[in-house]
């Protein structure tokens, strides 16, 4: 996370990790910029929603199942039952907001079964 944070600050110039959230796949959630600061994620977007990265390369493989459901359950579900998050809440992949190829092939083919999956940004 250090090693994050020191290239979005030193390369990028970002105040902090742009990310609000960040998945390892040792199955922790680590805190980026949080609930209270607006990201840095994704350009014209940040303030409104929060930025969940997942740690690697995910273009031809996903991140393991259970950093996944950490995300689309535990965490949402923490977010929403806690008033951060609006129980209407629409998922979107990082590539559909920018030209990037996050969050990789693969796991943006994954996210896209998933239920709260929205194919055009409003």
Do not use: K
């Amino acid at each position: 996370m250090r090693s994050m944070q020191r290239y979005h600050q030193q390369t990028n110039g970002w105040s902090d990790i742009g990310y609000s959230f960040v998945a390892g796949s040792d199955g922790n959630l680590y805190e980026g910029r949080g609930w209270n600061w607006v990201g840095a994620h994704t350009y014209g977007y940040n303030s409104r929603g929060y930025g969940v990265s997942f740690i690697g390369d995910y273009t031809s493989t996903l991140p393991v199942t259970s950093a996944m459901n950490m995300v689309r359950y535990d965490f949402t579900s923490c977010a929403v039952n806690g008033g951060r998050l609006s129980s209407s809440y629409s998922l979107y992949g990082h590539r559909q907001a920018t030209s990037t190829d996050c969050p990789g092939n693969a796991f943006y083919r994954q996210i896209q079964t998933w239920e709260r999956y929205q194919s055009y940004l409003p």
